[in-house]
């Protein structure tokens, strides 16, 4: 009777230390089931490219984004990539990464986000101090601004120079794909037809310099905005178009109240879901 009073307690005790535990964030895999950060990291160590969506401004997005990082260097020889940089801003960055440039000259060279300082910068700086290949992905903004005045035509218009810096014309494009379409639901008004051209074209071009910098045998892992990547749409639907065998996984950030669940609209939006509790400060 003892023992068992004893038995009674010690279960009473863990789950009222449970209750009281406030995780930030709960990791799920794609139907909702909860899982281990060791069994992601087992997963994502057989992979050729790991796309992981961020929510810009939640931190623990980029937290896990450096341990994700740190973790899989221990396995497998990494090339990195992301959103936050534009294509002709490779040579900055590149001289940063060698050591020729100050971060106050990489500053001044290149246009970084301005949450680069606290979000951005540590991942920058692991691969500066691992001599990790960093790709700037992205198309210059300026170019993405034209298709969304004037659609995929104006890009004709631009020089031979310009048009490394962006994924090869003419530009695929899917306009049934849904989260371009979503988009048109979402932001009314603002572009019409051509705004999701403008995301397309980002995710064309995203695609197409992850796979000039990747290697072959080693683990491309690129960082974009959540929705490049969501629903194995944008980049990786382009990845796949121009590269079928790649082994892609994805992983995504999202935000809600109760994180001990997973929301039926968040189940199957990558392979791997970050849920985040809604009230987790942002960095900007």
Same mark, same amino acid.
Not at 147 to 150: D, S
Not at 199 to 207: I, V
């Given at each position: 009777?003892?023992?068992?009073?004893?038995?009674?307690?010690?279960?009473?005790?863990?789950?009222?230390?449970?209750?009281q535990?406030?995780p930030?964030?709960?990791?799920?895999?794609?139907?909702?089931?909860?899982?281990s950060?060791?069994?992601?990291?087992?997963?994502?160590?057989?992979?050729?490219?790991v796309l992981? @969506?961020?929510?810009?401004?939640?931190?623990?997005?980029?937290w896990?984004?450096?341990?994700?990082?740190?973790?899989?260097?221990?396995?497998?020889?990494?090339?990195?990539?992301a959103?936050?940089?534009e294509?002709?801003n490779?040579?900055?960055?590149d001289?940063?990464?060698?050591?020729k440039l100050?971060?106050?000259?990489?500053?001044?060279?290149?246009?970084l986000?301005?949450?680069?300082?606290?979000?951005?910068?540590?991942?920058?700086?692991?691969?500066?101090?691992?001599?990790?290949?960093?790709?700037?992905?992205n198309v210059?903004?300026?170019?993405?601004s034209m298709?969304?005045?004037?659609g995929?035509?104006?890009?004709?218009?631009?020089?031979?120079?310009?048009k490394?810096w962006i994924?090869?014309?003419?530009?695929a494009?899917?306009?049934?794909?849904?989260?371009?379409?979503?988009?048109?639901?979402?932001?009314p @008004?603002?572009?019409?037809?051509?705004?999701?051209?403008?995301?397309?074209?980002?995710?064309?071009?995203?695609?197409?310099?992850?796979l000039?910098?990747?290697?072959p @045998?080693?683990l491309?892992?690129h960082?974009?905005g959540?929705?490049?990547?969501?629903n194995?749409?944008?980049?990786?639907?382009?990845?796949?178009?121009?590269?079928?065998?790649l082994?892609?996984?994805t992983?995504t950030?999202?935000?809600?109240?109760?994180?001990?669940h997973?929301?039926?609209?968040?189940?199957?939006k990558?392979?791997?879901?970050?849920?985040v509790?809604?009230?987790?400060?942002?960095?900007?």
């Open positions: 009777m003892k023992k068992l009073f004893l038995l009674v307690l010690i279960t009473c005790i863990l789950l009222t230390a449970f209750a535990n406030k930030a964030y709960v990791l799920y895999n794609a139907k909702g089931k909860k899982v950060w060791q069994k992601m990291l087992r997963t994502l160590q057989q992979k050729d490219i992981f @969506g961020e929510l810009h401004n939640n931190p623990i997005s980029h896990l984004q450096l341990e994700v990082t740190k973790d899989l260097k221990q396995y497998r020889n990494l090339v990195l990539g959103e936050m940089f294509q002709d490779q040579p900055a960055l001289l940063y990464l060698q050591g100050s971060p106050k000259g990489l500053d001044s060279m290149a246009r986000w301005k949450n680069y300082p606290t979000d951005y910068a540590p991942l920058v700086n692991f691969a500066k101090e691992n001599n990790i290949v960093f790709a700037a992905t210059p903004r300026r170019y993405a298709v969304t005045k004037g995929f035509q104006v890009l004709d218009t631009i020089s031979a120079k310009e490394t994924a090869p014309l003419p530009i494009y899917n306009a049934e794909l849904p989260g371009y379409k979503n988009i048109l639901t979402m932001m @008004g603002h572009g019409g037809e051509n705004l999701p051209k403008a995301q397309a074209f980002k995710d064309a071009t995203m695609a197409y310099f992850i000039q910098y990747y290697k @045998g080693s491309f892992i960082y974009n959540s929705y490049h990547s969501e194995y749409e944008g980049i990786v639907w382009y990845l796949k178009k121009s590269s079928p065998k082994n892609i996984s992983i950030t999202v935000s809600q109240k109760d994180i001990h997973l929301l039926e609209e968040n189940k199957h990558a392979d791997f879901i970050i849920c509790d809604e009230d987790m400060t942002t960095t900007y």
